[in-house]
């Protein structure tokens, strides 16, 4: 019996355990306006998600930090962690503080826009 190489399975991308649509439970957008550079606080409340879940991971990970960085520190879509940290704050694990208001000086926002590139970069 001749053993065949199967080269191409050597260099397929590992497959994920879980579909995004399945963490989500096919939500594609967030009930809560969450701009990805809307930094977030975490609220003392009694009880966490599982620890083990996303949700947990989210938490864990979410203090002092924008919506983009938790997207990139839990290696989740920004899709996929908008909806969940929606559901968080709805559920008052998480608030979302105000970045930029519409009366916000110019100097107000170059701070935003170089602390969004700084935080870019140290990615």
Same mark, same amino acid.
């Given at each position: ?5 199967? @080269?191409? +399975? ?39 998600? @599982? ?62 826009? +170089? ?9």
């Amino acid at each position: 019996m001749v053993a065949l190489e199967n @080269d191409w +399975e050597d260099d397929a991308p590992p497959a994920r355990s879980v579909r995004p649509y399945t963490l989500t439970a096919g939500r594609t957008r967030a009930r809560v306006d969450l701009p990805v550079e809307a930094v977030l606080e975490l609220q003392p409340l009694a009880g966490r998600p @599982d620890p083990h879940g996303l949700s947990g991971r989210i938490l864990e990970v979410a203090a002092g930090q924008s919506v983009a960085e938790v997207s990139a520190r839990v290696r989740q879509p920004i899709g996929v962690v908008r909806v969940l940290l929606g559901d968080l704050v709805e559920q008052g694990y998480v608030k979302v503080r105000a970045t930029l208001d519409e009366d916000a000086s110019m100097d107000e926002r170059r701070d935003l826009i +170089e602390r969004t590139l700084r935080g870019l970069r140290s990615l």
